[in-house]
């Protein structure tokens, strides 16, 4: 009977460790909508945020796809001057950089992959929106748009 008990629990160990792996990560990944609205229209991305300092040092490092339609979000907590570089990053990005109003202050289009060079926000922003490149352009996103997320204010 013992026997059977071990080999019982050896069992429900094999199937139930992995999808408590699964859970950790979805939840660690969890995306939040954020929209941009533009002159062609309401743009709507799933974002990764990223508001930590541990967060936003590995940011989308060592990735190497970004599904059309998802972003990471950078979260400063306070508006300030940044720059960020490419360093480990295998996908061209735009970088949004937003203020804390939540209007684009600008957009660094089409960064390049693996590049030590900083990328200056231009100005003090609230957060950073990264995504594919060629979005930006794609959906007519430009400097002055307004994007609704929680951290704005908004939604």
């Known amino acids: 009977m013992r026997r059977c008990l071990l080999v019982l629990l050896a069992a429900l160990s094999v199937l139930i460790l992995p999808c408590a792996g699964v859970a950790g990560r979805l939840a660690a990944a969890e995306l939040q909508p ?6 062609n229209g309401v743009h709507v ?3 990764e945020m ?23 979000l950078f979260d400063f907590h306070h508006e300030q001057p940044t720059s960020f570089w490419m360093k480990n990053t295998y996908i061209p990005l735009d970088m949004i950089f937003i203020r804390g109003d939540g209007r684009i202050l ?19 922003v609230r957060a950073v929106l990264e995504v594919n490149a060629g979005m930006a352009r794609k959906l007519g996103i430009a400097p002055g748009d307004r994007v609704a997320h929680p951290i704005f204010g908004g939604r």
């Open 34 to 39: 954020l929209e941009i609205a533009s002159k």
């Open 45 to 47: 991305f799933a974002v």
């Open 106 to 124: 600008r957009i660094a289009e089409n960064t390049v992959p693996l590049s030590e060079a900083l990328v200056p926000s231009g100005g003090p």
């Open 50 to 72: 990223a508001s930590t300092p541990e967060e936003q040092a590995k940011g989308l490092m060592f990735r190497r796809q970004l599904p059309e339609g998802q972003g990471m």
